[in-house]
């Protein structure tokens, strides 16, 4: 198993372009997540999913959109990058008991600049 | 609203010695408690975590921490430091009946000195 895997590893963006983020896992796990990691805050969540179709808003959703077609893939969309968004995210996946049941893997990371 | 505190920004220990990373949160009822560890350049992994019974908690890696409700405290402990645990740690709060999502502290980083 690859467990969580997430490209591109680095990118750097010019405000106003969007881009997509990339997470998937080979896990059959029906939890996902997206969390951001600035220096001094911790994670913070972005957003969830319970399962495919299904998605909700963690504590830092605005300026980001997710969609789950399928149980593997949750790409992260960025609409219009700001020098905010400028941060490392890390996807997240746990079987269907959810993360407090369940352990949590994390991807590598993405380590996005927007200049 | 749950919150977490790690008071320490950066630790730093001498090879061997014995580590305690504090870790205190803000729940209205008794949570779900988690460590994490985030090597360089590296995604999360799970240390331990606690639901219920037992206060001492044992995980990987040697490490083990405390519940104590009557300081709103789960610490981190180990006993013999290794040069591989340079690393970052988060604390980590879960509400019970919620969707399962984790609320993290700030972290802190351990440095050891050989």
């Known amino acids: 198993n690859a467990g969580v895997t997430q490209t591109p590893k680095f990118q750097v963006l010019k405000t106003g372009q969007s881009m997509t983020l990339q997470c998937a896992q080979d896990?059959?796990?029906?939890?996902m997540s997206w969390y951001r990691q600035d220096p001094g805050m911790g994670l913070r969540l972005i957003h969830y999913?319970?399962?495919?179709?299904?998605?909700d808003q963690g504590e830092v959703p605005n300026g980001y959109n997710v969609s789950r077609s399928t149980t593997e893939d949750f790409p992260l969309r960025l609409l219009s990058a700001a020098p905010s968004q400028t941060s490392v995210y890390f996807c997240?996946?746990?079987?269907?008991?959810?993360?407090?049941?369940?352990?949590?893997?994390f991807g590598p990371g993405t380590r996005l600049l927007v200049l | 609203a749950q919150s977490v505190t790690q008071p320490d920004i950066h630790i730093t220990v001498s090879e061997g010695a014995s580590l305690e990373l504090r870790c205190n949160y803000s729940?209205?009822?008794?949570?779900?408690l988690f460590w994490y560890v985030q090597s360089p350049g590296q995604g999360l992994q799970l240390l331990l975590k606690?639901?219920?019974?037992?206060?001492l908690v044992q995980g990987i890696k040697g490490f083990e921490a405390e519940f104590k409700r009557s300081q709103s405290s789960f610490n981190l402990r180990k006993p013999s430091v290794h040069w591989s645990d340079a690393a970052e740690y988060f604390c980590a709060v879960g509400a019970r009946g919620s969707q399962g999502n984790l609320i993290f502290g700030k972290g802190t980083k351990l440095s050891v000195k050989p």
């Open positions: 606690y639901f219920s019974g037992d206060t």
């Open positions: 997240a996946s746990v079987s269907g008991g959810g993360p407090i049941q369940e352990t949590q893997y």
């Open positions: 729940y209205g009822a008794t949570p779900y």
């Open positions: 896990m059959n796990h029906e939890y």
């Open positions: 999913s319970v399962g495919a179709g299904i998605t």
